[in-house]
């Protein structure tokens, strides 16, 4: 990394729970690539002081995360389409002055459901209903999927989502009769919820594609019975690696090969 000068371009991230995974992605590739930038994880109790502050002190590139994708919307000048279709904004890019809101988790799952070949025809089943549950359903929206159902207990974020995107909202599981099945929940991330599995045996079996949203760990239990079952797997490090390359490109302007994400993404988990 360049010693500090004053044409470095600062890009920072802004979380209620900050972590090293963003500033190490950004800050190995700024150096692989001999880039004069610098990367910096904060979080705020004042939300419209900070984005008066990317304005005044020209910060290039601001990651946001839970708790500000949706409040921090009135706050900027522009909303790119990947942010207007799920209101929620991930990723703020600073041209002198002017702030444009953009969502690359949108753009990564996006992107993912087209690299994996899925067929529109698939009929979906998308657990969860949460910020990240808005920008899986609103992709397969994108990409004319007409069968997605929606399985949350949550009685009034369930049945909204679903019906924004005109799919279908049930409480409790369907029958396991779904060629995609997606885990947009915390069960299998690591904590309390480590060794359960999002999807029984019977889902995984009948499904031709498992995603699990969780990024930690890359391999949940539901990510390993579906390799051990021979299904096609998505996982949430492919999403999470893809979206922070979609900011870098942004903030930087300078495009990534598979390689270079794939080793800022390996480094970036090594802490």
Same mark, same amino acid.
């Given at each position: 990394?360049?010693?500090? #000068?004053?044409?470095?371009?600062?890009?920072?991230?802004?979380?209620?729970?900050?972590? #090293?995974?963003?500033?190490?992605?950004? #800050?190995?590739l700024?150096?692989e690539?001999?880039? #004069?930038?610098?990367?910096? =994880?904060?979080? /705020?109790?004042?939300?419209?002081?900070?984005?008066r502050?990317?304005?005044?002190?020209?910060?290039?590139?601001?990651?946001?995360?839970?708790?500000? $994708?949706?409040?921090?919307?009135?706050?900027?000048?522009e909303?790119?389409?990947?942010?207007?279709?799920?209101e929620?904004?991930?990723?703020i &890019?600073?041209?002198?002055?002017r702030?444009t809101?953009?969502n690359t988790?949108?753009?990564?799952?996006?992107?993912?459901v087209?690299?994996?070949?899925?067929?529109?025809a698939?009929? &979906?089943?998308?657990?969860?209903s949460?910020?990240? =549950? $808005?920008?899986v359903?609103a992709?397969?929206?994108?990409?004319?999927?007409?069968?997605v159902?929606?399985?949350?207990?949550n009685?009034?974020?369930?049945? =909204?989502l679903?019906? $924004?995107?005109?799919?279908?909202w049930?409480?409790?599981d369907?029958?396991?009769?779904?060629?995609?099945?997606?885990?947009?929940?915390p069960?299998?991330?690591?904590?309390?919820?480590?060794q359960?599995?999002?999807?029984?045996p019977?889902?995984?079996?009948?499904?031709?594609?498992?995603?699990?949203?969780?990024?930690?760990?890359?391999?949940?239990p539901?990510? /390993?019975?579906?390799?051990?079952?021979?299904?096609? &797997?998505?996982?949430?490090?492919? &999403?999470?690696?893809?979206q922070?390359a979609?900011?870098?490109?942004?903030? /930087?302007?300078v495009?990534l /090969?598979?390689?270079q994400?794939e080793? =800022?993404?390996?480094?970036?988990r090594?802490?």
């Amino acid at each position: 990394m360049p010693i500090l #000068n004053k044409d470095m371009s600062v890009c920072i991230s802004l979380a209620g729970r900050p972590s #090293n995974l963003g500033t190490r992605f950004h #800050n190995f590739l700024y150096d692989e690539l001999g880039l #004069n930038f610098i990367y910096k =994880a904060f979080t /705020t109790d004042d939300l419209e002081g900070a984005v008066r502050g990317i304005r005044a002190l020209g910060i290039r590139g601001c990651s946001v995360s839970m708790p500000f $994708k949706e409040a921090v919307i009135p706050l900027v000048d522009e909303i790119e389409p990947s942010a207007a279709a799920i209101e929620s904004v991930n990723t703020i &890019v600073n041209d002198g002055g002017r702030l444009t809101a953009s969502n690359t988790d949108y753009e990564a799952i996006a992107a993912l459901v087209a690299e994996h070949g899925l067929d529109p025809a698939s009929r &979906v089943l998308v657990r969860g209903s949460g910020g990240m =549950a $808005k920008a899986v359903v609103a992709a397969f929206r994108g990409a004319e999927f007409s069968e997605v159902t929606v399985v949350a207990r949550n009685a009034d974020a369930g049945p =909204a989502l679903a019906a $924004k995107y005109g799919y279908e909202w049930v409480a409790d599981d369907p029958a396991p009769s779904f060629d995609v099945i997606v885990n947009v929940t915390p069960i299998g991330m690591h904590g309390t919820d480590a060794q359960a599995q999002a999807f029984s045996p019977e889902f995984i079996e009948r499904a031709s594609t498992v995603f699990d949203v969780v990024a930690f760990p890359a391999e949940t239990p539901l990510v /390993t019975a579906a390799r051990a079952a021979g299904k096609r &797997v998505i996982s949430g490090a492919e &999403v999470i690696a893809l979206q922070a390359a979609r900011q870098f490109e942004r903030y /930087t302007g300078v495009p990534l /090969t598979r390689e270079q994400v794939e080793r =800022a993404s390996v480094f970036s988990r090594a802490e």
